[in-house]
């Protein structure tokens, strides 16, 4: 069996759902959907979220309404009878009767997640009833259901299995099994979400429980490209990554895909595929085990970083110094991208702001401190194991009238990072792919 992800843009529509359809029933195997809410739902939702902290149930009511009509237009346009119509404006009365119940009670964060939720909920129902109306054996499965996290709000895989697998069972034979994206429970039994990837991640989630023959996400555009489309010209897309080579992309800018979403089927052993619903028949990129030796892949970019250096003589041969250093990132929850160390110093970069000013006043006290922003990450990415030689000079040649803060190798045989201002990110991109990928 397939699992097949499809994005808000890919249900966004009456005929996108149609189109939805007919990928999943081009072949006579079942398949396993997962469905993410229609494009613009979720931030309505949380527009909606919004107003009801801010006690204002007639902003949020007027959100609710302009919504609901929006969805009663699409029930029109998407079902040819009047049965289906009225079954699926009946569920979605229901929907928005439920979120006009919270403007007449206390408003929690709790609250907030449930009413995200709902738009998986209207999606996935919406396309499981023009499935059945269109005589296809549809079973709409509530993620809620089987889709859990434990106590450290990660998802708990052991249970997942069980569950879904007993679920399977109840509803053997099947020609397409249903599922939202995004949405779970916690280990408190309380509506929550997976955050990190969404809905990829529910896919591959799945995909491991289900031991799948194949991943499929669908988005909007074919595959990962060897460098940022709407960056650098005449970009490719790469059809065959390493799983490592995937994250590393992923974490360092490639937004088609969530570094952690591929890591359940990374552990199975199951491959993933990122294909375009705009261009079905678009090769797309596979990720797998695979990995084609010696060959760079692409490039990608991460905006938005900060660089701190801690310059003390008192480093030198200090045993724990490190390790003070990090406690410090650790205790205010910042992760550390980028490291380098010297004899009496060390250099690292951030993404995250927050606790800026917190950390470098603790900083302080093990040396002096300096911080730029505006910085960014630029990453290649391939088979760029110490081995294979002149990897690095080919990378460092383009990048020669670029001034360079920071670079990061040895840590991965996949990533060879640079750090650099942002302003001199786009020369940077684009001289990379005249020089990698003639």
Known sequence: ?????FGGTSVGAPARMKEVTKL???SNEPVFLVLSAMSGTTNSLVEISDYLYKKNA????????????KYMKHVEELYSTEEYKE??????????????SFTKELFTSFEEKSIIAQG????????????????????LLNALDFMRTDKNSEPDPSYIKEKLTKILEENKGAQVYITQGFICRNAYGEIDNLQRGGSDYTAS???AAINADEIQIWTDIDGMHNNDPRIVDKTEPVHQLHFEEAAELAYFGAKILHPTCVQPAKYAGIPVRLLNTMDPSAEGTTISTRTEYGKIKAVAAKDNIIAIKIKS???LLATGFLRKVFEIFESYQTP?????????????SIDNSSHLGEIVDELKKYGTVTVDTGMCIICVVGDLDWSNIGFETQVLEALKNIPVRMISYGGSNYNISFLIKEEDKRRALQSLSDTLFK
Not at 87 to 100: A, D, P, Q, V, W
Request: aromatic content about 6%; glycine content about 6%; some cysteine.
């Open 24 to 26: 999943a029933t081009s």
């Open 205 to 207: 989630l799945i995909g």
């Open 1 to 5: 069996m397939k699992v097949m992800k």
């Open 336 to 348: 550390i991208d980028m490291i380098c160390t010297s004899e009496v110093g060390i250099s690292m």
């Open 87 to 100: 079954i699926t404006r009946n569920f979605l009365i229901s929907e928005f009767n439920y979120l006009r």
């Open 313 to 315: 003589s008192r480093m």
């Open 58 to 69: 007639d902003g949020a009511n007027e959100v609710i309404n302009s919504l609901e009509q």
């Open 120 to 139: 998986e909920m209207m999606s996935t129902n919406m396309v499981a009833n023009y499935m059945k109306e269109q005589g296809i054996n549809a079973v």
